[in-house]
């Protein structure tokens, strides 16, 4: 079950901004990189690795900023 991302198109609008906020939507949804993780197969243990290094590296910037 997949939904589609759409925009609707404002009276006057030009359809270079509707496409900016159609990137905009879509970037935020995260549609465009769940589609390319699963353009491939990943192993579990791969995923497993990959997420806990995006976790360090979370924390990483977090004890930095946590002194400012």
Known sequence: MSALTEIK???GEPV???LRRLKKK???EGTL???R???QFEKPSAVRRRKEKVARFSAMLAARHADD
């Open 37 to 39: 993780t699963r353009r």
């Open 33 to 35: 990189k769940a589609v």
């Open 26 to 28: 879509v970037d935020r």
């Open 16 to 18: 270079e901004r509707a």
């Open 9 to 11: 198109l404002k009276k």
